[in-house]
């Protein structure tokens, strides 16, 4: 199905800007948002990434639109491990973004390895452009040249597809797959630097989000197969990190020293800070500025919602979760935390530990990040004193040492000047240890995934039902821990049915083992009934199997607090069942730890320990052993909003 923009036009739908610097970009939301009234969908798939622009770097996977196709940056729902709810009210629907988390050379590297076929305009070709703005426009009937404008004929080519009217050409000689991906290594300026839609104000993309904007291209759809988290074409670890801490510590500006310091930030990207910091009569390059990327949180100088960035050194590729301070965004913290190998928690050298400090230091304890490194941030304004530090150090250690974090560092830092960032400080003799990026390069995750419990939950049932393959059945799903391999004695659950692997199949062809994070389809030597929600797991080793979950639950709902006898949808693994609050046994006082018995009630940011009961068994690992079956989320049934986060006792 194809929606045209220029049968909206027909029909009056929209009508055309006019002038010389008029766009046609805009007039694709109304185009969209028809088609999908229209034909009543649930869902549209995309392939926008986090790496190309700043509000989209706030992006969830599961994006909701409400009944207008409108976007909510400051109310986007939680999206914890890899639970996604996609429940929605009539006139609602998501956009899908599944390649969120790659990078443009991710894109590049993928279609070289898989031979996908490319329309021209991607390599270089001679094209009559002429330059506005600092955009190369192709000449066409869409574009008005103006007086003092000449076309010329330029070898260029198109890193990013969109409108004529507002999408600019790179100059370039790259005529195949090889330069381009030399080209795209090299490159100082951002994938959607030539995009003249972008520049027309500081929040461009933003607004038109926020109306329903979204695209969907041909080379989208020769991706959206794939993992979602894929790091393509190189063997280079993946860490990922989250930043929390209180209002103010400087976590953004952290961020993009990192990005700064580690060559990381494109040209147009850093002449763009640099241009906001000084109409804002900024002293100083204020490096916040490349995460911070709300309308809302430039004008507030805060963080309200998560945003991911992206960098590499020549020893690991990292993603970034920018998480808020504000006590009000919490749930946003944890969405950034629950799939981070490791939390940075800064604390500002004036102030010292305070409770937002202990509140994510808490929560970094409860989701089982296993390394933490405390920054004690902004010594520059504390005269780089010695003592500051120790009674930080030893304040923090006071309190840690009551919660289960297995490896703890701690650094003295400057963001804002970069001392202890990158390089050394000069400023700090007395402090031995080794800088914030030494210690995020160096650091031992290989131990942090369960590669001894074996555990698959069943995501989807492949039964191909063509004369190829005719009698297939595999099982699809991605795995949760241990190793799996053709001829492993497995046990289905529910059922209690035993058979053998027969074999493992990728996209790529069949595999000799699998393990975790990997996606693959499963074939059995014999036909049990198995469906979306079922759990394959090794005989001798199985999980606890029960219809009473005893959880630590964080509450997110600012609507109404967790009561007994509250029923939710919750939502484990693959499956979904229903549940009721039997019982909240204490909250947690996240300051002292003390356990406050006899509550009745969990409010907004409340953490406690609660008794589940829920209409159907389920399959699971306590959360210390395994994130992902140890992992649960709680939707409510009216409102489809994700209320709450359970780590499983």
């Given at each position: 199905?194809?929606?045209?923009?220029?049968?909206?036009?027909?029909?009056?739908?929209?009508?055309?800007?006019?002038g010389?610097?008029?766009?046609?970009?805009?007039l694709?939301?109304?185009?969209?948002?028809?088609?999908?009234?229209?034909?009543?969908?649930?869902?549209?798939l995309?392939?926008?990434?986090r790496?190309?622009?700043?509000?989209?770097?706030?992006?969830?996977?599961?994006?909701?639109?409400?009944?207008?196709?409108?976007?909510?940056?400051?109310?986007?729902?939680?999206?914890?491990?890899?639970?996604?709810n996609?429940?929605?009210?009539?006139?609602?629907?998501?956009?899908?973004?599944?390649?969120?988390n790659?990078?443009?050379?991710?894109?590049?590297?993928?279609?070289?390895r898989?031979?996908?076929?490319?329309?021209?305009?991607?390599?270089?070709?001679e094209?009559?452009?002429?330059?506005?703005?600092?955009?190369l426009?192709?000449?066409?009937?869409?574009?008005?040249?103006?007086?003092?404008?000449?076309?010329?004929?330029?070898?260029?080519?198109?890193?990013?597809?969109?409108?004529a009217?507002?999408?600019?050409?790179?100059?370039?000689?790259?005529?195949?797959l090889?330069?381009?991906i030399?080209?795209?290594?090299?490159?100082?300026?951002?994938e959607?630097?030539?995009?003249?839609?972008?520049?027309?104000?500081e929040?461009?993309?933003?607004?038109?989000k926020?109306?329903?904007?979204?695209l969907?291209?041909?080379r989208?759809l020769?991706l959206?197969h794939?993992?979602t988290?894929t790091?393509?074409?190189?063997?280079?670890?993946?860490?990922?990190?989250?930043?929390a801490?209180?209002?103010?510590d400087?976590?953004?500006?952290?961020?993009?020293?990192l990005?700064?310091?580690t060559?990381?930030?494109?040209?147009d990207?850093?002449?763009a800070?640099?241009?906001?910091?000084?109409?804002?009569?900024?002293?100083?390059?204020?490096l916040?500025?490349?995460?911070?990327?709300?309308?809302?949180e430039r004008?507030?100088?805060?963080?309200?919602?998560?945003a991911?960035?992206y960098?590499?050194?020549?020893?690991?590729?990292?993603i970034?979760?920018?998480?808020?301070?504000h006590i009000?965004?919490?749930?946003?913290?944890?969405?950034?935390?629950s799939?981070?190998?490791?939390?940075?928690?800064?604390?500002?050298?004036?102030?010292g530990?305070?409770?937002?400090?202990c509140?994510?230091?808490f929560?970094?304890?409860?989701?089982?990040?296993?390394?933490?490194?405390?920054?004690?941030?902004?010594?520059d304004?504390?005269?780089?004193?010695?003592?500051v530090?120790n009674?930080?150090v030893?304040?923090?250690?006071?309190?840690?040492?009551?919660?289960?974090i297995?490896?703890?560092t701690?650094?003295?830092?400057?963001?804002?000047l970069?001392?202890?960032?990158?390089?050394?400080?000069?400023?700090m003799?007395?402090y031995?240890?080794?800088?914030?990026?030494?210690?995020?390069?160096?650091?031992?995750?290989?131990s942090?995934?369960?590669?001894?419990?074996?555990?698959?939950p069943?995501?989807?049932?492949i039964?191909?039902?063509?004369?190829?393959?005719?009698?297939?059945?595999?099982?699809?799903?991605?795995i949760?821990?241990?190793?799996?391999?053709p001829?492993?004695?497995?046990?289905?659950?529910?059922?209690?049915?035993?058979?053998?692997?027969?074999?493992?199949?990728?996209?790529d062809?069949?595999l000799?083992?699998?393990?975790h994070?990997?996606?693959?389809?499963?074939?059995?030597?014999?036909?049990?009934?198995i469906?979306?929600?079922?759990?394959?797991?090794?005989?001798?080793?199985?999980?606890?199997?029960?219809?009473?979950?005893?959880?630590?639950?964080?509450w997110?709902s600012?609507?109404?607090?967790?009561?007994?006898?509250a029923?939710?949808i919750?939502?484990?693994?693959?499956?979904?069942?229903?549940?009721?609050?039997?019982?909240?046994?204490?909250?947690?006082?996240?300051?002292?730890?003390?356990?406050?018995?006899?509550?009745?009630?969990?409010?907004?940011?409340?953490?406690?320990?609660v008794?589940?009961?829920?209409?159907?068994p389920?399959f699971f690992?306590?959360?210390?052993?395994?994130?992902?079956?140890?992992?649960?989320?709680?939707?409510?049934?009216f409102?489809?909003?994700?209320?709450?986060?359970?780590?499983?006792r």
């Amino acid at each position: 199905m194809v929606a045209s923009v220029e049968e909206s036009i027909r029909k009056g739908r929209v009508v055309e800007e006019k002038g010389p610097n008029a766009s046609r970009n805009g007039l694709q939301t109304v185009t969209l948002l028809d088609a999908i009234e229209e034909h009543g969908f649930d869902a549209a798939l995309g392939g926008a990434r986090r790496d190309e622009e700043k509000a989209r770097a706030k992006e969830r996977f599961f994006s909701h639109r409400d009944d207008f196709g409108q976007w909510d940056p400051k109310n986007q729902r939680p999206e914890l491990w890899n639970l996604f709810n996609g429940r929605k009210n009539p006139g609602e629907h998501f956009r899908v973004f599944p390649l969120s988390n790659w990078t443009e050379m991710d894109i590049w590297m993928y279609i070289k390895r898989e031979g996908i076929v490319l329309p021209h305009i991607y390599f270089s070709h001679e094209r009559d452009v002429i330059a506005r703005g600092g955009t190369l426009l192709a000449v066409t009937d869409f574009i008005q040249v103006q007086d003092g404008e000449q076309a010329e004929r330029k070898t260029v080519r198109f890193r990013t597809i969109g409108d004529a009217t507002c999408t600019g050409a790179v100059e370039s000689t790259a005529a195949d797959l090889d330069a381009v991906i030399a080209e795209v290594a090299a490159a100082r300026q951002t994938e959607r630097g030539t995009r003249a839609d972008d520049k027309r104000s500081e929040t461009a993309m933003e607004d038109r989000k926020r109306a329903g904007y979204f695209l969907i291209n041909f080379r989208t759809l020769k991706l959206l197969h794939m993992e979602t988290t894929t790091t393509v074409g190189t063997d280079i670890e993946l860490l990922r990190f989250t930043t929390a801490g209180s209002v103010d510590d400087g976590k953004s500006t952290l961020i993009g020293r990192l990005m700064y310091d580690t060559k990381s930030i494109f040209e147009d990207q850093l002449e763009a800070v640099e241009r906001v910091s000084r109409n804002r009569g900024d002293g100083h390059v204020d490096l916040a500025l490349l995460t911070d990327g709300l309308r809302a949180e430039r004008e507030q100088g805060i963080t309200i919602d998560v945003a991911y960035r992206y960098f590499a050194t020549p020893r690991r590729k990292f993603i970034i979760a920018d998480t808020p301070g504000h006590i009000q965004y919490t749930r946003n913290m944890v969405t950034g935390a629950s799939t981070a190998n490791l939390a940075i928690i800064l604390v500002d050298a004036r102030k010292g530990v305070v409770e937002q400090t202990c509140r994510h230091s808490f929560i970094a304890s409860l989701l089982r990040i296993q390394h933490v490194i405390v920054c004690i941030n902004k010594m520059d304004l504390v005269d780089w004193s010695e003592q500051v530090y120790n009674d930080i150090v030893r304040t923090y250690k006071d309190f840690a040492s009551r919660l289960d974090i297995p490896q703890m560092t701690f650094i003295p830092i400057s963001a804002l000047l970069g001392d202890n960032v990158v390089e050394k400080s000069p400023n700090m003799p007395w402090y031995g240890g080794s800088t914030l990026l030494y210690n995020l390069e160096t650091v031992y995750i290989g131990s942090d995934a369960n590669h001894v419990d074996a555990r698959f939950p069943v995501q989807y049932v492949i039964r191909p039902h063509s004369n190829e393959w005719h009698d297939f059945r595999g099982y699809a799903g991605r795995i949760a821990g241990g190793v799996f391999k053709p001829g492993d004695e497995i046990l289905a659950l529910p059922s209690g049915f035993e058979a053998k692997i027969k074999a493992i199949h990728t996209a790529d062809g069949e595999l000799d083992e699998a393990f975790h994070p990997m996606s693959v389809a499963i074939t059995l030597d014999r036909e049990i009934d198995i469906s979306r929600g079922d759990m394959l797991v090794k005989t001798r080793n199985q999980p606890h199997i029960s219809q009473d979950i005893d959880c630590m639950l964080c509450w997110f709902s600012e609507k109404k607090p967790l009561t007994a006898g509250a029923k939710f949808i919750l939502r484990h693994t693959t499956k979904e069942v229903k549940a009721v609050v039997r019982e909240i046994q204490y909250a947690v006082d996240v300051n002292t730890l003390h356990k406050q018995e006899g509550v009745d009630s969990l409010q907004l940011n409340g953490i406690g320990r609660v008794h589940l009961r829920v209409s159907a068994p389920l399959f699971f690992d306590s959360y210390r052993r395994n994130r992902i079956t140890g992992s649960l989320i709680l939707v409510d049934p009216f409102t489809n909003e994700t209320v709450a986060a359970g780590m499983i006792r």
